[in-house]
């Protein structure tokens, strides 16, 4: 059986690295955006839920780890993530942890990170005399 492929010197390369897996995390692709109030995180986590994703909040660090499921057997093409990761995001302003909020939902991480009170725009009147 043969498998043909357009891209052959990618693949080779995802196949030379996940046979030289080690036990260190990867990194875990996210997408942040800000808005006025929060920070919104969107990561792609599939096949993991709730409990196989440890979140943590500390000033203005941001950590998400977990550990996906390993692959059985001998396999053709691993192209699905296999193995632990982590990522740490360092944001410009301080955050509220007892306000954050995350879920998954569809294989997608949602996280939405309060801004601190202290880092939020404050509206000042002036008065007139």
Not at 42 to 71: C, F, M, R, S, W
Not at 79 to 84: K, N
Request: proline share 7%; with cysteine.
């Amino acid at each position: 059986m043969f498998y043909i492929t357009t891209a052959p010197r990618r693949y080779a390369r995802r196949w030379v690295a996940h046979s030289t897996e080690t036990d260190a995390p990867r990194p875990l692709p996210v997408d942040l955006r800000e808005q006025e109030q929060a920070y919104l995180l969107t990561a792609y986590v599939p096949g993991l839920k709730a409990e196989d994703v440890n979140i943590q909040i500390l000033e203005d660090t941001v950590t998400i780890a977990g550990k996906y499921g390993q692959h059985e057997g001998q396999a053709l093409l691993c192209e699905l993530p296999a193995g632990s990761f982590r990522r740490a995001l360092r944001l410009p302003t301080a955050l509220d942890a007892s306000q954050a909020e995350a879920r998954i939902e569809n294989g997608v991480l949602t996280l939405r990170l309060p801004k601190a009170e202290s880092a939020r725009p404050r509206v000042i009147k002036v008065a007139a005399k």
